[in-house]
């Protein structure tokens, strides 16, 4: 496991993704329960860090808080990210598209301003909160002007996992090239260049989680 650093912060952090690890690479089976003192002790940290990271860990749909027996296991499979990205890559593709024609000047300003702020941040465990809310930000603004109400509906629903920024920090830049195309596009005004950038934007992050985990298994039954 990470060593456990003093700073409060940090060891949460830390924490989140050493559980995060063993949810992943198949260690924590799903329906197991995730006892806080069991791992406060392997971890070597108070019960606070845990409770904390396991917050976290609900949020990104790793762990459900149950009433009565506490934190247990729901990791994401292989399906469940075929399933959410597909889907999502079509229907964000489609809102953009019709989003397109009614995004104003202020907006495409907006997004500029976004843009900027997210290739302005070096990508760590401390800023990853940030980087989030920036991502959150940017997609929902591309969007914000499609007329179809059941589509953002429907992709507000799948919404964007904050599991990924976490797993794909080596993908950083790559990112970061894409919402630049994707702004782009906007800039010139073309809805179905626009549709295809954020269809791909969102299929690479699709098969980079895959791999991601497919790696860490493998690691696992390795060791």
């Not at 830049?173 to 295809?196: K, M, N, S």
Request: net charge negative; hydrophobic share 35%; charged share 30%.
């Amino acid at each position: 496991m990470t060593e456990i650093t003093p700073n409060k912060s940090t060891i949460v952090k830390t924490v989140t993704k050493s559980l995060r690890q063993v949810i992943l690479d198949g260690t924590l089976k799903k329906g197991d329960r995730l006892i806080q003192e069991e791992w406060a002790e392997r971890l070597g940290v108070s019960r606070m860090p845990i409770r904390e990271a396991l917050t976290q860990l609900q949020m990104e749909g790793l762990v459900e808080l149950v009433p009565h027996k506490g934190a247990i296991v729901t990791p994401i499979t292989h399906d469940n990210i075929e399933e959410i990205y597909q889907t999502r890559s079509i229907l964000e593709g489609l809102a953009v598209e019709k989003s397109l024609p009614f995004l104003t000047e202020d907006d495409k300003q907006e997004l500029e301003n976004i843009l900027l702020q997210m290739e302005a941040l070096k990508l760590t465990d401390e800023t990853n909160d940030e980087y989030i809310r920036l991502n959150a930000s940017f997609h929902e603004t591309l969007r914000k002007g499609c007329p179809w109400p059941r589509v953002l509906k429907i992709v507000e629903t799948l919404g964007i996992s904050p599991i990924a920024p976490n797993l794909l920090i080596d993908e950083f830049q790559e990112t970061q090239r894409e919402h630049r195309c994707i702004y782009e596009a906007v800039l010139r005004g073309d809805p179905y260049e626009l549709r295809a950038a954020v269809e791909y934007h969102i299929f690479r992050t699709k098969n980079n989680l895959i791999n991601y985990m497919e790696r860490l298994k493998s690691k696992n039954l390795n060791k």
